[in-house]
């Protein structure tokens, strides 16, 4: 596989920037296998978001030739308090992070926050020095992360954690540094310091689509940025309706799809169309609505394109796209839910708000 396939299967959706198209090309060309890594920190049940969209990523990457590397980032759950901070806690969700990873992402390296940074006396020295180039108001920028705002009572450890996320980069040798459009903040960051530390490797972003959350939109100000558009329209774990989690039964899926945002006609914004277009096509391929001959008949579209030509013309009604990604969702969330059917209640207490 020359450079440039490798190049557009990395491109292709759910990317949606790469910082820089050169510095991607360069890392490519200098290394036969670079290094990748994406963080995740533990605050509540994993997603089809995280799982679905960025885990077909990462599978993209490795069939890129990239060495991918997927963190579990207890510590910067705890900077971050959540779970309540409660570290036998967080070591139990953890090891579920674990598990779901290496069974979506086989051939992903996973680590563990804390085993990366025990006893690693360079690791803590880099903190500081990443500490000592930004400035409170650089650092304040990137709060983003964790969901929060200049607006918001911070507390020392969530100035400390995007410090630490550019020290990851650094500690696993990163080539690629891979996270969501609501991270982008802290990976400029990231760019900004190791060039002011004289570190100068090639270093390549790659940021990833949020999938949105299925309530209606919010209405933003035309001033917000990329990152705050990206952070206030995302899938929520916490908001009831938001999201679908990966441990999500039949009658749930159908429930919350139901209840989705998705106005007849209307393609802007749409979450359900958002399903279709992030998850179902690139898992599925194809999508078979089913519907009385009265309303049309059964029809089969093979590309998401199609699909939102045809529902923006008003040839599908809303309730028949709904069944249909509810059918498709059902399908490809199965195989995960199955696989940990037998511990969904205790897994419920456990990521308990």
């Not at 960025?54 to 997927?70: F, M």
Request: with cysteine; glycine share 6%; charged share 25%.
């Amino acid at each position: 596989m020359d450079i440039d396939e490798r190049i557009e299967i990395i491109r292709s959706e759910p990317t949606e920037e790469i910082v820089t198209d050169q510095d991607l090309r360069t890392v490519l060309e200098t290394k036969a296998h670079p290094k990748h890594y994406i963080g995740f920190e533990i605050s509540g049940m994993l997603h089809i978001g995280h799982v679905l969209v960025v885990g077909k990523k990462i599978n993209d990457l490795e069939k890129a030739g990239v060495q991918t590397q997927i963190l579990i980032a207890d510590w910067h759950t705890v900077a971050n308090q959540k779970l309540g901070g409660d570290w036998e806690r967080i070591k139990k969700a953890a090891e579920f992070y674990k598990r779901v990873f290496s069974f979506v992402c086989p051939n992903s390296k996973i680590i563990l926050g804390s085993d990366l940074y025990h006893n690693n006396n360079e690791y803590w020295k880099d903190v500081m020095k990443i500490s000592a180039k930004t400035t409170m108001a650089r650092a304040t920028r990137t709060l983003i992360i964790q969901g929060r705002s200049e607006k918001d009572t911070l507390h020392v450890s969530q100035y400390i954690y995007p410090m630490m996320q550019v020290a990851d980069i650094k500690a696993l040798d990163v080539d690629i540094s891979h996270a969501g459009m609501d991270q982008r903040k802290v990976h400029m960051l990231a760019r900004e310091v190791f060039g002011e530390l004289h570190d100068k490797r090639p270093l390549a972003l790659l940021h990833t689509h949020l999938l949105q959350s299925l309530l209606e939109p919010q209405k933003l100000n035309e001033s917000a940025t990329k990152e705050e558009i990206a952070t206030a329209m995302k899938m929520s774990k916490s908001k009831p309706g938001s999201g679908i989690n990966i441990l999500a039964g039949k009658e749930e899926i159908k429930r919350i799809i139901s209840g989705g945002w998705c106005p007849e006609g209307v393609t802007e914004g749409n979450p359900i169309l958002g399903l279709c277009r992030y998850v179902i096509f690139p898992h599925l391929k194809t999508m078979k609505i089913e519907r009385s001959s009265k309303y049309g008949g059964d029809i089969e579209f093979s590309s998401y394109r199609d699909l939102e030509e045809y529902f923006a013309g008003k040839k599908l009604h809303p309730a028949d796209l709904k069944s249909a990604v509810a059918s498709s969702m059902i399908k490809i969330i199965s195989p995960i839910s199955d696989r940990f059917s037998g511990e969904k209640e205790e897994l419920g207490r456990l990521f308990a708000v």
